[in-house]
């Protein structure tokens, strides 16, 4: 399975934009789904995660009630829609394909290539 992440892009703080991971060679269904990011010098974090039927989602501490993952299988995409972004915000955004728990441990067994997003303050 191939993912390609898109969607990112240069923002103002307080603003929105949404990420899209799309899968070819495979599909997304009966896999979980996580999006992870890296800013410029840190270490690689776990952002987002949805469960394989999309009933389940888990947020890190710092995207919570800012960003929603949601997954369309039909369209075989995954989505981040992240509002009122913050400086902090701004790194290269990655998904990844795996188990829920795995993901959310920052264990993924498929990785894509990553959308970069800044956040002007």
């Known amino acids: 399975v191939q993912l390609q992440a898109s969607g990112g892009g240069l923002v103002q703080a307080g603003g929105s934009l949404r990420l899209s991971c799309a899968a070819s060679?495979?599909?997304?269904?009966?896999?979980?789904v996580g999006w992870f990011r890296q800013a410029p010098g840190k270490e690689r974090e776990f952002v987002a995660a949805?469960?394989?039927?999309?009933?389940?989602?888990y947020y890190a501490d710092s995207v919570k009630g800012r960003f929603t993952i949601s997954r369309d299988d039909a369209k075989n995409t995954v989505y981040l829609q992240m509002n009122s972004l913050k400086a902090e915000d701004t790194a290269v955004y990655y998904c990844?394909?795996?188990?829920?728990?795995?993901?959310?441990?920052?264990?993924?067994?498929?990785w894509g290539q990553g959308t970069l997003v800044t956040v002007s303050s």
């Open positions: 990844s394909l795996g188990f829920y728990g795995g993901l959310v441990s920052g264990t993924g067994d498929y």
């Open positions: 060679g495979g599909t997304l269904r009966n896999w979980a």
């Open positions: 949805t469960s394989w039927s999309g009933s389940s989602t």
